[in-house]
């Protein structure tokens, strides 16, 4: 008997529901879009369609493991609260560190929090969200007084104008994008600005697109502060009755902010601001979504608060369609900052000025009334050996991390690492004394909250994988073995939830946003069955509450938003003669971050199957690298090689590489090496999109790859990178020694010995072979001295037959199909694996001009519509 559960995505902030069809006995899930979910009404992007995919066992951690060993349960808890407990007592409360993650659930989070904060002692206790939402968290609180996002998606229905600032929604929040591309077939009227050095797929719906300078945001908004001022569109009535603080931010713009001026400092043309300022200042319902092009700068506070400011002297603040509205990245990021997961934090959105409050709460005399250590700072203090115990919950930052070999040897120089993760090899497990097997997204109940505040349940679907267990769990054991079995004695997520709603109301008295003490004795049944819906959920508001401060309530002392002066700062890194370009990054349509689990699911691994940078044709021909060759990428702090993209959507003097690649998938894709670790001096945030770097053809004796139904440990290759597709692996190689006989190494590492076929020209380094076991294609691999390679889209589709034709068996070695035969291109559309090949064939025969015309043809676009910007593209 199949159930259906009602559940949330784990992956991006627009927290959509799902609804899933459970096969326990199979171990099979099919996902649907919830359509009763009001994040998404029942869509899905292709991360979220392919979580079925995602849930076998491959590379699970199933047991807990202690210095290599697979041990019980008791074993590893009693070895990790044993030596925390020991270094508390040798070297103090401070020389131990929780690093989490915006993908625990609240539940969990809170837990982490109360041990770290509450009991034993320390502010140390940070979380990956710092390489994410801090800035926003820290404009928030500086406009606010309180770290509330004031709008919600209904808003995308109702704006004017939606402006994207540095946010890439196409990819990164799918389904959101998706509403906005509907919202605006349905009111044309409606205008959408990008601001983003790149030309991204989010531009595919853009009437405008302004490609600034990295870095040069503030200036931007400044300026459009000044244009509102002096084209007397202020809301002067809002600013007088709600607001502190307007003469000196406008004090601090009288100069150097003309359309000229800005348009010079952001590299853009007079035009495009004049538009752009234009259209803001005539346009009442005006909606700013940002994200990581804003946060993730030495100057993303200031950048956060420019934005607002705009914002409050117009009055559009939490106005139907109308505010400033940050999106959040992870699932959870919303739920951590609620329990306080960031170390200057406390809990409850309450500040370590009021440690007496939560003392009180949690019975909690130990409380520490200092802020910990942020996360640069934090692994600085584990590289000098003055934390020298670590728990790392749910992210990778071996990879994730700024500046990452400094990470990876911090920790390997760290006296005690302990990873609690669901799967078994990672960048970061790899380093870990202590692993513990966490329960995975299918396997966990508890609560996450999305980018509108709208709290939503993740249910267990299956039964856990091994003896993984779920987070709060591990946590509250090592809590009890700690001594604070008392504070810690929960017996399922609902309890830790009651107690979280709870304290959000003690001694609240309206003065916190986040106040969802209606929830506080929820029964056992009510949690299971609760609906999404939005905090604060209270007396006041006890179906929640869609926006905040429309009636100019704030939560600063006065009561009233402050305006912040910005004195706009360029990226602390400038480039140089020998790092002349600018390295940023960030994410894939199809990939999750480090790809632990997306890379899993054959179908999200087609869209991009390896590395790449994209730079300008100009700076490719400047700096001698040519499209499709491999080049390395140098910074003063590490390097990687990767495949040349040239395309314009980049400006020049600026390279991208996607963030995804780790130690797992290749050899030398880890982009966090090469990342500076400057941070924003309010929000600590780091500066990740922002590098000087240099860029160099990598010329390797000879390049090739495989493609095997196998799994194959490869060693004879200096370059590698690795992945899953259907049916087989694809490997992408190069190298400076070339094996005389690759069909024999690689033969030595299959179980079924195989005939193979083979093609050699000494003289122009050129080999191929290829081996069928039971007339089916088993493993092929082409080798020559460049890029130019045997067709691997064509070879790719052959593993799907179960039998080779006589002229696709003959042309095997000719490295092309045989006349007639199809080669699709690269996959654009994943959900249904049509190629660029075929598209374009498409629209050259029927003549298409829209990508409607394309999906009856190809069905390509006509599921979760994630590659649709790209169908547009190639129309
Ligand atoms: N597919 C996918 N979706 C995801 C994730 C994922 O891993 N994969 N991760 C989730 C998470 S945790 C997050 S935080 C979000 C991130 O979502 P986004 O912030 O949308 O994603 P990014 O690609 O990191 O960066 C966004 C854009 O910022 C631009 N940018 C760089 N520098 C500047 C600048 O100086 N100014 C401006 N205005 N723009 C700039 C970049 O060119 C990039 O296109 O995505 C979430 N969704
Ligand atoms: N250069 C550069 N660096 C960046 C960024 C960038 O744009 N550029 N983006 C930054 C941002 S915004 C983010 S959010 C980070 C993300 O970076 P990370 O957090 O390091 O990346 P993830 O791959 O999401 O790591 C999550 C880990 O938790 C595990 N996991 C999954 N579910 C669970 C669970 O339920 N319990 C436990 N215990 N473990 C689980 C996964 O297997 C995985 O190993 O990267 C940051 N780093
Ligand atoms: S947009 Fe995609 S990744 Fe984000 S929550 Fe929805 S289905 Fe999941
Ligand atoms: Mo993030």
Redesign the pocket.
């Known amino acids: 008997m199949n159930r259906i559960i009602q559940t949330t995505c784990?992956y991006c902030g627009v927290g959509c529901g799902i609804s899933a069809n459970v096969d326990e006995q199979q171990h099979r899930l099919i996902i649907s879009g919830d359509i009763t979910h009001p994040a998404n009404f029942g869509r899905l992007c292709s991360k979220g369609s392919a979580l079925g995919e995602t849930i076998q066992l491959t590379n699970r951690l199933l047991q807990p493991r202690v210095y290599g060993r697979e041990t019980s349960w008791t074993d590893a808890l009693d070895v990790v609260a044993d030596t925390f407990s020991k270094v508390i007592a040798e070297h103090g409360q401070d020389a131990v560190a929780f690093y989490g993650?915006?993908?625990?659930l609240t539940e969990d989070y809170y837990v982490a929090n109360k041990l770290m904060k509450g009991f034993i002692g320390s502010g140390n206790m940070d979380t990956?969200s710092r390489?994410?939402m801090s800035s926003s968290v820290a404009g928030h609180k500086r406009a606010f007084g309180s770290d509330t996002v004031p709008n919600c998606y209904e808003d995308y229905e109702h704006a004017e104008l939606i402006i994207l600032i540095g946010s890439n929604a196409a990819w990164c929040h799918p389904v959101s994008f998706q509403r906005i591309r509907a919202a605006k077939e349905a009111n044309p009227a409606l205008k959408i600005v990008v601001i983003d050095p790149r030309r991204t797929a989010s531009c595919d719906i853009a009437d405008l697109h302004l490609p600034l300078a990295s870095g040069s945001d503030a200036w931007l908004f400044n300026g459009l502060l000044s244009y509102l001022y002096n084209h007397n569109a202020l809301d002067l009535n809002y600013i007088q009755a709600h607001t502190e603080g307007f003469g000196s931010a406008l004090g601090n713009i009288n100069h150097g902010y003309s359309i000229e001026q800005v348009a010079e400092h952001c590299q853009l043309s007079v035009q495009d601001v004049q538009r752009f300022y234009d259209w803001f200042t005539t346009t009442n319902k005006v909606l700013s979504l940002y994200s990581?092009g804003i946060n993730?700068s030495s100057s993303g506070s200031d950048k956060v608060n420019a934005i607002i400011n705009c914002h409050l002297a117009t009055g559009r603040i939490g106005k139907i369609g109308s505010g400033p509205f940050s999106l959040t990245?992870?699932p959870n990021a919303m739920g951590g900052r609620e329990v306080g997961g960031l170390s200057h934090q406390l809990a409850a959105h309450i500040e370590f000025s009021d440690a007496d409050t939560v003392a009180r709460f949690w019975n909690a005399p130990n409380i520490t009334r200092e802020a910990g250590l942020p996360a640069v700072a934090l692994f600085d203090a584990i590289h000098e050996g003055n934390i020298k115990a670590v728990w790392i919950?749910?992210?990778?930052?071996v990879?994730?991390?700024?500046n990452a070999d400094k990470i990876k040897q911090a920790l390997q120089r760290c006296e005690f690492v302990v990873v609690?993760?669901?799967?078994a090899d990672?960048d970061?497990t790899a380093l870990a004394h202590v692993l513990l097997p966490?329960?995975?997204?299918s396997e966990?109940d508890g609560t996450v909250t999305n980018s509108e505040r709208r709290i939503s349940r993740q249910r267990a679907l299956l039964q856990p994988a091994g003896n993984a267990q779920p987070?709060w769990w591990i946590i509250t054991q090592i809590a009890h073995r700690m001594g604070f079995a008392a504070a810690f004695n929960y017996q399922s997520p609902v309890d830790i939830f009651r107690e979280h709603a709870a304290l959000s109301g003690f001694e609240n008295n309206g003065q916190r946003d986040f106040d969802i003490s209606a929830l506080a004795d929820m029964s056992a049944t009510d949690y299971e069955q609760f609906q999404p819906t939005q905090w604060p959920i209270n007396t006041q508001y006890p179906q929640g509450r869609a926006r905040f401060f429309a009636d100019g309530q704030f939560f600063t002392p006065s009561g009233k938003a402050q305006f912040i002066a910005v004195t706009p700062r360029p990226p602390v890194n400038a480039p140089t003669a020998d790092y002349p370009l600018i390295l940023n990054?960030?994410?894939l349509r199809d990939q999750?971050?480090?790809?632990?689990?997306t890379a899993l699911a054959a179908k999200l691994n087609r869209h991009k199957p390896e590395p790449f940078i994209d730079i300008h044709p100009a700076d490719a021909e400047q700096y001698g690298v040519s499209a499709n060759s491999l080049a390395m990428l140098e910074s003063e702090w590490g390097s990687m090689i990767a495949r040349v993209q040239i395309t314009d959507n980049q400006t020049e003097d600026n390279v991208f590489v996607p963030?995804h690649w780790t130690a797992q998938y290749a050899s030398h894709g880890r982009?966090?090496a090469l990342?500076n670790p400057e941070v924003d001096p309010i929000s600590k945030q780091p500066e990740?999109k922002h590098t000087p770097v240099r860029i160099k053809p990598y010329t390797p004796l000879w390049q090739g790859f495989i493609l095997s139904r196998h799994e194959i440990q490869l060693t004879e290759a200096d370059y590698w990178i690795k992945s899953k597709l259907d049916g087989f692996y694809r490997y992408e190689l190069a190298g400076n020694t070339l094996p005389d006989n690759w069909h024999e190494s690689i033969n030595s590492k299959l179980d079924t010995p195989a005939q193979w076929q083979e093609y050699r020209d000494s003289a122009k380094g050129i080999y191929r072979t290829a081996r069928l076991v039971n007339k089916q294609l088993d493993t092929v691999i082409s080798i020559a001295p460049n890029h130019h390679l045997a067709e691997r889209n064509w070879l790719s589709s052959l593993f799907a037959k179960t039998e080779l034709t006589k002229a696709e068996h003959k042309a095997l070695l000719t490295g092309k199909p045989p006349l007639g035969g199809a080669d699709v291109g690269a996959i654009i559309c994943a959900c249904f694996n049509v190629g660029e090949k075929t598209i374009k064939a498409a629209i050259k025969e029927h003549g298409f001009t829209t990508h409607q015309q394309i999906g009856q043809c190809l069905k390509a676009g006509t599921n979760c519509g994630s590659c649709v910007p790209e169908l547009k593209a190639l129309l």
Do not use: E, F, Y
């Open positions: 784990p993650s915006g993908q625990l990956n390489l994410c990581q993730q990245g992870q919950m749910g992210t990778n930052p990879v994730s991390l700024p609690s993760d669901c799967i990672t970061t966490a329960q995975g997204w966990k987070d990054t960030g994410r999750w971050h480090t790809m632990t689990r963030m982009m966090g990342v990740s």
